[in-house]
Protein backbone atom coordinates (compact mmCIF):
# COMPACT_ATOMS: atom_id res chain seq x y z
CA UNK A 1 0.00 0.00 0.00
CA UNK A 2 1.07 3.62 -0.97
CA UNK A 3 1.28 5.81 1.93
CA UNK A 4 3.28 8.85 3.04
CA UNK A 5 5.13 7.13 5.30
CA UNK A 6 7.13 5.62 2.51
CA UNK A 7 7.64 8.72 0.62
CA UNK A 8 10.81 9.34 -0.72
CA UNK A 9 12.22 6.34 1.17
CA UNK A 10 14.72 5.57 -1.74
CA UNK A 11 15.52 8.87 -1.88
CA UNK A 12 16.20 9.14 1.80
CA UNK A 13 18.52 6.20 1.79
CA UNK A 14 20.57 7.15 -0.85
CA UNK A 15 21.00 10.88 0.14
CA UNK A 16 22.00 9.35 3.69
CA UNK A 17 24.40 7.18 1.94
CA UNK A 18 26.28 9.44 0.04
CA UNK A 19 26.51 11.99 3.10
CA UNK A 20 28.42 9.12 4.52
CA UNK A 21 30.32 8.15 1.78
CA UNK A 22 31.77 11.54 1.31
CA UNK A 23 32.86 11.05 5.06
CA UNK A 24 34.85 8.15 4.12
CA UNK A 25 36.08 9.25 0.69
CA UNK A 26 37.34 12.84 2.07
CA UNK A 27 39.70 10.21 4.21
CA UNK A 28 39.63 13.38 7.49
CA UNK A 29 37.38 12.01 10.04
CA UNK A 30 36.47 8.76 11.08
CA UNK A 31 33.12 7.71 10.58
CA UNK A 32 30.82 8.24 13.63
CA UNK A 33 28.32 6.08 14.79
CA UNK A 34 25.40 7.97 15.19
CA UNK A 35 25.28 9.33 11.07
CA UNK A 36 26.02 5.98 10.98
CA UNK A 37 23.22 4.25 12.66
CA UNK A 38 21.08 6.95 11.09
CA UNK A 39 21.62 6.40 7.31
CA UNK A 40 20.60 2.64 8.38
CA UNK A 41 17.37 3.26 9.98
CA UNK A 42 16.59 4.69 6.97
CA UNK A 43 16.86 1.45 5.42
CA UNK A 44 14.46 -0.13 7.91
CA UNK A 45 10.94 0.65 5.43
CA UNK A 46 12.81 -0.83 2.57
CA UNK A 47 12.41 -4.34 4.53
CA UNK A 48 9.31 -3.86 5.22
CA UNK A 49 7.97 -3.27 1.77
CA UNK A 50 9.54 -6.85 0.81
CA UNK A 51 6.14 -8.90 2.23
CA UNK A 52 5.50 -10.54 5.56
CA UNK A 53 7.62 -12.73 4.71
CA UNK A 54 10.47 -10.52 5.82
CA UNK A 55 9.29 -9.05 8.66
CA UNK A 56 11.93 -11.14 10.88
CA UNK A 57 15.00 -9.90 8.66
CA UNK A 58 13.12 -6.54 9.53
CA UNK A 59 12.85 -7.05 13.35
CA UNK A 60 16.62 -8.41 13.58
CA UNK A 61 17.82 -5.64 11.38
CA UNK A 62 16.11 -3.06 13.65
CA UNK A 63 16.84 -4.38 16.95
CA UNK A 64 20.19 -4.20 15.58
CA UNK A 65 20.70 -0.72 14.41
CA UNK A 66 18.79 0.48 17.53
CA UNK A 67 21.55 -0.96 19.76
CA UNK A 68 24.22 0.93 17.50
CA UNK A 69 22.07 4.05 18.13
CA UNK A 70 22.05 3.41 21.78
CA UNK A 71 25.80 2.75 21.43
CA UNK A 72 26.25 6.57 19.46
CA UNK A 73 24.93 8.17 23.17
CA UNK A 74 27.84 7.26 24.73
CA UNK A 75 30.87 6.10 21.88
CA UNK A 76 31.87 8.42 18.92
CA UNK A 77 33.29 6.69 16.44
CA UNK A 78 33.16 3.29 14.86
CA UNK A 79 36.57 2.66 15.53
CA UNK A 80 36.30 3.25 18.85
CA UNK A 81 33.45 1.18 19.29
CA UNK A 82 35.35 -1.83 18.03
CA UNK A 83 38.31 -0.99 20.13
CA UNK A 84 35.86 -0.96 22.99
CA UNK A 85 34.52 -4.27 22.08
CA UNK A 86 38.31 -5.85 21.73
CA UNK A 87 39.21 -4.55 24.84
CA UNK A 88 36.52 -5.66 26.71
CA UNK A 89 37.08 -9.10 24.75
CA UNK A 90 33.22 -9.16 23.67
CA UNK A 91 33.90 -9.09 19.84
CA UNK A 92 32.26 -12.30 18.62
CA UNK A 93 29.81 -12.04 21.72
CA UNK A 94 25.99 -11.85 21.07
CA UNK A 95 24.51 -8.62 21.08
CA UNK A 96 28.07 -6.88 21.19
CA UNK A 97 27.73 -3.49 19.28
CA UNK A 98 30.32 -4.86 16.84
CA UNK A 99 28.83 -8.28 16.44
CA UNK A 100 25.84 -5.66 15.04
CA UNK A 101 27.45 -4.02 13.15
CA UNK A 102 29.00 -6.40 11.04
CA UNK A 103 25.11 -7.94 11.23
CA UNK A 104 23.55 -4.58 9.48
CA UNK A 105 26.62 -3.95 7.60
CA UNK A 106 25.54 -7.57 5.48
CA UNK A 107 22.02 -5.98 5.40
CA UNK A 108 23.08 -2.72 4.19
CA UNK A 109 25.18 -5.74 1.79
CA UNK A 110 22.14 -7.24 0.40
CA UNK A 111 20.09 -4.41 -0.35
CA UNK A 112 23.18 -3.18 -2.47
CA UNK A 113 23.13 -6.37 -4.29
CA UNK A 114 19.23 -6.86 -4.40
CA UNK A 115 19.17 -3.10 -6.24
CA UNK A 116 22.39 -4.13 -8.45
CA UNK A 117 20.21 -7.22 -8.90
CA UNK A 118 16.85 -5.46 -9.74
CA UNK A 119 18.92 -2.83 -11.92
CA UNK A 120 20.61 -6.02 -14.40
CA UNK A 121 17.08 -7.90 -14.50
CA UNK A 122 14.61 -7.76 -17.06
CA UNK A 123 11.19 -8.20 -16.00
CA UNK A 124 8.70 -8.00 -12.69
CA UNK A 125 9.68 -10.47 -11.11
CA UNK A 126 11.89 -10.02 -7.67
CA UNK A 127 12.66 -13.33 -6.58
CA UNK A 128 15.88 -13.69 -8.83
CA UNK A 129 17.15 -10.83 -7.59
CA UNK A 130 16.53 -11.16 -4.19
CA UNK A 131 17.18 -15.05 -4.21
CA UNK A 132 20.86 -14.05 -5.33
CA UNK A 133 21.23 -11.25 -3.11
CA UNK A 134 20.42 -13.29 -0.31
CA UNK A 135 22.65 -16.01 -1.37
CA UNK A 136 25.78 -13.83 -2.09
CA UNK A 137 25.31 -11.84 1.13
CA UNK A 138 23.43 -13.99 4.11
CA UNK A 139 22.76 -17.68 3.24
CA UNK A 140 26.58 -18.88 3.79
CA UNK A 141 26.09 -17.33 7.68
CA UNK A 142 22.79 -18.90 7.89
CA UNK A 143 21.10 -22.54 9.11
CA UNK A 144 19.41 -24.76 7.18
CA UNK A 145 16.06 -23.66 9.26
CA UNK A 146 16.80 -20.03 8.13
CA UNK A 147 18.02 -20.61 4.48
CA UNK A 148 14.77 -22.75 4.26
CA UNK A 149 12.43 -19.86 5.62
CA UNK A 150 14.00 -17.23 3.49
CA UNK A 151 13.31 -19.96 0.59
CA UNK A 152 10.08 -19.86 1.06
CA UNK A 153 9.70 -15.91 1.61
CA UNK A 154 11.20 -15.44 -1.96
CA UNK A 155 7.70 -16.40 -2.51
CA UNK A 156 5.91 -14.26 -1.26
CA UNK A 157 7.79 -10.93 -2.21
CA UNK A 158 5.57 -8.53 -4.08
CA UNK A 159 6.07 -8.32 -7.84
CA UNK A 160 8.79 -4.93 -9.20
CA UNK A 161 5.61 -2.74 -10.40
CA UNK A 162 4.13 -3.55 -6.63
CA UNK A 163 7.46 -2.38 -4.75
CA UNK A 164 7.19 0.80 -7.14
CA UNK A 165 3.86 1.50 -5.45
CA UNK A 166 4.83 0.61 -1.91
CA UNK A 167 7.70 3.26 -2.69
CA UNK A 168 5.68 5.78 -4.46
CA UNK A 169 8.28 5.80 -7.21
CA UNK A 170 8.63 5.12 -11.32
CA UNK A 171 10.94 3.04 -12.65
CA UNK A 172 12.72 5.64 -13.65
CA UNK A 173 13.13 7.76 -10.81
CA UNK A 174 13.69 4.49 -8.61
CA UNK A 175 16.57 3.04 -11.20
CA UNK A 176 18.59 6.33 -10.39
CA UNK A 177 18.11 6.28 -6.44
CA UNK A 178 19.15 3.01 -6.23
CA UNK A 179 22.28 3.63 -8.22
CA UNK A 180 23.30 6.18 -6.24
CA UNK A 181 22.51 4.25 -2.75
CA UNK A 182 24.49 0.99 -4.56
CA UNK A 183 27.46 3.72 -5.15
CA UNK A 184 27.81 4.78 -1.73
CA UNK A 185 26.97 2.18 0.46
CA UNK A 186 29.66 0.44 -1.62
CA UNK A 187 32.01 2.82 -0.36
CA UNK A 188 30.84 2.73 3.14
CA UNK A 189 30.73 -1.16 3.08
CA UNK A 190 34.52 -1.42 2.25
CA UNK A 191 35.23 0.79 4.92
CA UNK A 192 33.34 -1.02 7.63
CA UNK A 193 35.23 -4.08 6.13
CA UNK A 194 38.61 -2.35 6.42
CA UNK A 195 38.03 -1.68 10.27
CA UNK A 196 37.42 -5.30 10.67
CA UNK A 197 40.50 -6.53 8.61
CA UNK A 198 42.67 -4.04 10.21
CA UNK A 199 41.94 -5.47 13.40
CA UNK A 200 42.23 -8.56 12.06
CA UNK A 201 38.94 -9.41 13.89
CA UNK A 202 37.75 -11.15 10.52
CA UNK A 203 34.33 -10.64 8.47
CA UNK A 204 33.19 -14.15 8.34
CA UNK A 205 31.56 -14.98 10.90
C1 LIG B 1 16.00 -7.78 0.48
C2 LIG B 1 15.86 -9.10 -0.21
C3 LIG B 1 15.11 -10.09 0.58
C4 LIG B 1 16.00 -11.07 1.28
C5 LIG B 1 15.98 -10.84 2.76
C6 LIG B 1 16.75 -11.89 3.45
C7 LIG B 1 17.09 -11.44 4.81
C8 LIG B 1 17.54 -12.57 5.60
C9 LIG B 1 17.81 -12.21 7.02
C10 LIG B 1 17.00 -13.09 7.89
C11 LIG B 1 17.49 -12.97 9.28
C12 LIG B 1 16.38 -13.19 10.24
C13 LIG B 1 16.73 -14.20 11.25
C14 LIG B 1 17.82 -13.77 12.19
C15 LIG B 1 19.03 -14.32 12.07
C16 LIG B 1 20.07 -14.08 13.14
O1 LIG B 1 20.32 -15.33 13.71
C17 LIG B 1 21.33 -13.57 12.54
N1 LIG B 1 21.10 -12.28 11.96
C18 LIG B 1 21.50 -12.01 10.71
C19 LIG B 1 21.16 -10.66 10.18
O2 LIG B 1 22.09 -12.81 10.00
C20 LIG B 1 22.45 -13.51 13.53
O3 LIG B 1 22.14 -12.61 14.54
P1 LIG B 1 22.91 -12.65 15.97
O4 LIG B 1 23.12 -14.08 16.37
O5 LIG B 1 24.23 -11.93 15.80
O6 LIG B 1 21.99 -11.91 16.91
Redesign the pocket.
Known sequence: MANSENEKILRKMADAFKELAATVNSQTADMEVAPFSRACSLVSPLFGC?GIA?K??EM?YVAKVGDLAEASKSIATLKVMLDRDIEGNCVRK?GSHT?NLL?VK??LD??RV?FEQILATEGDSLKDP?SK??AQV?AP??GWA?RKA?AAGMYALPTKAQLMKKLNEDEASARIQMQHYVAASSSVILYIDKLFLSRELGIDW
Open positions: LFFADARRRGMVLAAYFHHIV
